[in-house]
């Protein structure tokens, strides 16, 4: 099987700075993308920035200019680059990967989740 799992997070006074990383590991044939997601309490998880295997970025409004997201194909790991953290930054970051993994004699693709670190922005 595949696993995610996140390091980093923490808790950072607003205007600093933070990275997470997610290394996945497993059965992995190929990873097509890579993101992060954070869900806020009462929120409903969101989309804060994904890359995929092309290099294709997407980033949520709230966060452009402020954080970066990588991807090391050759590790399959990811990073997100946190910067000019503000207390709305708050929640639960969680990673996400697609990733093409070997079944049998086929080929499957699945997505696959991280169990979450959480990122406390204190003003």
């Known amino acids: 099987q595949v696993q995610l799992v996140e390091s980093g997070g923490g808790l950072v006074q607003a205007g600093g700075s933070l990275r997470l990383s997610c290394r996945a590991s497993?059965?992995?044939?190929?990873?097509?993308?890579m993101g992060w997601y954070r869900q806020a309490p009462g929120k409903q998880r969101e989309l804060v920035a994904s890359i995929g295997s092309d290099g294709f970025l997407m980033y949520a409004d709230s966060v452009k200019g402020r954080f970066t997201v990588s991807m090391d194909n050759a590790q399959n790991t990811e990073d997100l680059q946190m910067s000019s953290l503000k207390p709305e930054d708050t929640a639960v970051y969680y990673c996400y990967a697609e990733i093409k993994r070997r079944h049998g004699e086929f080929f499957m693709v699945d997505d696959y989740w991280g169990q979450g670190t959480q990122v406390t922005v204190s003003s």
């Open positions: 497993g059965s992995i044939v190929k990873i097509n993308a």
